[in-house]
């Protein structure tokens, strides 16, 4: 992405816009290894290398991260009162923008995306991509044949109809689900049209994309290339 020099550093630094112009002016910017005087200058933020004091940045705007959520924490860009996913990132990422791919409910654990992409939120959460999300859930109650027919038949939720979904019988009340949308609180309202509650629900896949086995609860990573290509396919902005 191209962008000013004063505006690209104080979006990777902590420096403020008046900050970093000044850092320009006073000759403690570098790109490419050539200290920049003229804080209007543009370049390419993925491309070029930038240095402040000397010191190389990662001055890369466009991020995308696999996080782990923890139960308790809720999927907002930010909020007054508690706690976000947000929050579990370094401040950078919020200054360039990264935003939560679609929401888990606050007691949801497992695979949140969230990414810079304004682009690639949009159309990895249209509903006409189909892009499957798939769950664990654990129930209160046994688990039937029929369950899983209601699922695969499509439900009619009162407000919207669900599309046919896949579930799996893992053991007497657990279960795997796999779904095409992310309208609000969507599995739960699903087990609830047939009589049970899920007592808990942990997101392990998100279209291409497996929650990384290493990461704990709490923890996250940005995606590798092949990643972010297979995520760019599945939105239907890169052929496979
Ligand atoms: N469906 C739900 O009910 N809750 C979530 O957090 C995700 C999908």
Known sequence: MKMRLDRWLATVSAGSRSEVKQWIRGGQAAVNGRVILDPALSFETEKDSLALNGKALDGRVTRHVML????????????AKQPTVM???PPVY????CMPV???DKDTTGLLLLT?????????????RHVEKRYRA?????????DAEAFAAGM????FTAQPAKLTILGPSLAEVIIAEGKFHQVKRM????GKEVLELHRSAFGPLELDPSLAEGQWRELTAEEEKALREAAGMEKA
């Not at 810079?116 to 006409?128: A, K």
């Not at 009619?156 to 407000?159: A, M």
């Not at 087990?191 to 047939?194: D, K, P």
Request: one cysteine or more; glycine letters at 14%; aromatic letters at 2%.
């Open 94 to 97: 919020r200054s360039i923008g």
């Open 87 to 89: 929050d579990l990132l």
């Open 191 to 194: 087990f609830e049209a047939v």
């Open 138 to 146: 654990l129930t209160d109650g046994t688990l039937t044949q029929e």
């Open 116 to 128: 810079c992409d304004g682009e690639l939120n949009h159309r990895l959460l249209s509903p006409g």
């Open 102 to 104: 679609g929401r888990l």
């Open 68 to 79: 782990h959520k923890p139960a308790g924490i809720l999927t907002a860009a930010r909020d």
């Open 156 to 159: 009619d939720l009162g407000d």
